[in-house]
């Protein structure tokens, strides 16, 4: 687990000083539990899940994905399955419409490339 620990820190581009401060521990702290030498708490599990939006099961077993659905991902999925295909085709297009003016309003560096 303590491999993966270290994966989620650089994948979020943290180093261990700001990582640990997110969770309320010390540097020291966190690096004797991504070099394997203390192992980690259940209440350090539940606050890496919590604070970084990690899916716990991959935290534990590396199985799965890194990231778990946030909670507005989550009621939206939910909205677009019951949605009647073509009302999803709709939400789709509405979608790609919306990213398109979203990334036409930002500045030329801050553009991500629409799918």
Do not use: H
Not at 88 to 102: E, I, T, V, Y
Request: net charge positive.
């Amino acid at each position: 687990m303590n491999n993966r620990i270290t994966e989620i820190r650089k994948y979020l581009k943290l180093n261990q000083g700001a990582f640990a401060e997110r969770l309320g521990l010390k540097r020291t702290a966190l690096s004797m539990i991504e070099s394997g030498k203390n192992a980690i708490t259940e209440k350090n599990i539940k606050l890496i899940c919590l604070t970084f939006n990690v899916d716990e099961t991959w935290l534990r077993t590396g199985k799965g994905e890194m990231f778990g659905a946030s909670p507005y991902e989550k009621e939206f999925f939910g909205i677009y399955k019951d949605l009647v295909p073509e009302a999803q085709q709709a939400l789709l297009r509405f979608a790609k419409d919306l990213l398109k003016m979203q990334n036409n309003l930002r500045p030329r560096g801050n553009r991500k490339n629409p799918p």
